[in-house]
């Protein structure tokens, strides 16, 4: 790997331009062992285990507290989504826990433009894989519920429901984004999981405790409970639309990688 950086570090002259840099960060990624089983979970738990719960809701027919039947299509999202968040934790720390990082900084410098290089390949990798997953957990949870016609069927054409299926490849990607920028802070796999974990699953079960006039508020703006609106069907009368919504994840994710980048060029490797 060290060659190969070291490679596209001289082929430009020099310091190698963001061109290169992609190009090295491409074949990382794609020689980690990591991203396969992490881009694997995350197909089997979108698809493999939504189909189950799928057949497991609909085989009952429609119950009073029956969620809605996107909801049940896309019930095995939540361990797929933890899955990318990982993945993108893991993207960055790998290099720092391996001693690989050092090759990188010392081929490329600017620590900013790998960063930037990094964010590139990640994002097109994961939102190629996450909108595949959505629209094929889509299709075959709509086969399995629609074989049962005591239990509410669910077409593209209905309201909302194609921004959700592709909301859900957008949600995903930003989350694993928030993980990459988390990793690239901590520098350390379980440190930046657990900080995910705390940020996109605990922290917003506690506003639950604070009084309502407090929670209401926070939880409208909170990043994580803000992105979700853009795989939600149906919106709340106070909550933000659901690309407001998925704006506000966005630059929470984008002011992280900034401080990422700062980080970086402040702390040796």
């Excluded at 029956?66 to 968040?85: C, D, F, K, N």
């Excluded at 190629?128 to 049962?148: Q, R």
Aim: some cysteine; overall charge neutral; glycine content about 10%.
């Amino acid at each position: 790997m060290a060659s190969t950086l070291t490679a596209a570090g001289t082929s430009a002259g020099g310091d190698p331009g963001l061109a290169d840099t992609i190009a090295s960060e491409w074949v990382k990624l794609r020689t980690l062992r990591t991203t396969l089983v992490t881009i694997t979970l995350a197909g089997l738990f979108a698809v493999g285990l939504s189909a189950l719960v799928c057949f497991l809701v609909a085989s009952h027919g429609a119950q009073p507290n029956t969620p809605a039947p996107l909801q049940v299509i896309q019930g095995g999202w939540e361990l797929a989504l933890l899955s990318v968040m990982v993945f993108g934790v893991m993207a960055v720390t790998n290099e720092f826990s391996s001693g690989l990082a050092v090759s990188t900084y010392l081929a490329t410098p600017k620590r900013t433009r790998v960063l930037v290089a990094k964010v590139v390949v990640f994002t097109v990798v994961v939102l190629v894989a996450t909108e595949v997953f959505s629209f094929v957990d889509f299709f075959l949870g709509h086969a399995i519920i629609s074989a049962y016609p005591a239990f509410p069927d669910v077409s593209l054409s209905d309201s909302n429901v194609l921004r959700s299926v592709v909301g859900m490849g957008i949600f995903a990607t930003l989350l694993g984004l928030l993980g990459m920028g988390a990793g690239a802070i901590i520098r350390h796999t379980a440190g930046g999981i657990a900080a995910c974990v705390g940020f996109i699953f605990i922290l917003p079960g506690l506003l639950s405790a604070l009084p309502a006039s407090w929670s209401n508020p926070i939880g409208e703006y909170w990043p994580t409970q803000a992105g979700r609106r853009l795989i939600r069907v149906a919106q709340g009368a106070h909550d933000l639309t659901a690309w407001w919504g998925a704006a506000d994840l966005a630059a929470f994710v984008l002011v992280l990688l900034v401080a990422a980048a700062v980080v970086l060029d402040r702390h040796d490797t």
